[in-house]
């Protein structure tokens, strides 16, 4: 599953969420931020910084035979694990990434875990988010309301389209806990539909 779009902060939200979520029903759930701009993701959960492998050297070496080796374990949900950008990569580092790097190193995790969620972000150059979102079962893409929304799609909705043509923008990502909830009972029922 992909989470995709803006704000930030409401997308990861509502990705750890549903991790969560499966967690409780005893399932094994790996995250991949994709930022290769800034550790998103580690901040978020307040992680220490550069604690554990990071998802460019996991992208770098695809010759190791566990995957799950590149995931550190969520210290508060033992059944959630997260790979995630350290701080202070070489920008040159990550050019070198190539898109079967990250297509290899996705099919791999997603044979390591029940469940892969990938915390997309919305570079279009990024080619982790961009595998991600070709490779992806579902694609969840959060958008703000009004003016910056329909700028939003505008520019980032052709570049969607040529990847999936099975997305559709929520939009009510504003709401505070109440809406995320839903948002989250929603997810999970799909989830169960499939089970």
């Known amino acids: 599953m992909v989470f995709y779009g803006l704000p930030p902060e409401e997308r990861t939200n509502l990705l750890l969420?549903?991790?969560d979520w499966l967690a409780e029903r005893g399932k094994k759930v790996g995250i991949v931020d994709s930022s290769l701009s800034y550790p998103y993701l580690r901040s978020k959960l307040t992680l220490p910084a550069n604690s554990g492998a990071s998802i460019i050297e996991a992208l770098e070496s695809l010759e190791v035979k566990d995957i799950r080796e590149y995931f550190q374990p969520f210290q508060k949900k033992k059944s959630i694990f997260f790979c995630t950008l350290e701080e202070g990569v070489p920008a040159g580092r990550m050019a070198r990434l190539c898109e079967i790097q990250v297509s290899v190193f996705f099919r791999r995790a997603a044979a390591g875990f029940e469940y892969l969620l990938i915390d997309g972000d919305p570079e279009?150059?990024?080619?982790?988010?961009?595998?991600?979102l070709h490779l992806a079962a579902r694609v969840y893409v959060m958008v703000p309301r009004g003016k910056t929304g329909n700028l939003w799609l505008g520019s980032y909705g052709p570049f969607l389209e040529k990847f999936r043509k099975d997305w559709e923008p929520i939009r009510d990502v504003s709401g505070g806990d109440k809406v995320f909830l839903g948002l989250a009972q929603?997810?999970?029922a799909e989830i169960r539909k499939e089970e």
């Open 124 to 132: 279009l150059s990024n080619p982790i988010s961009g595998v991600g």
């Open 17 to 19: 969420g549903v991790a």
């Open 186 to 188: 929603a997810i999970a």
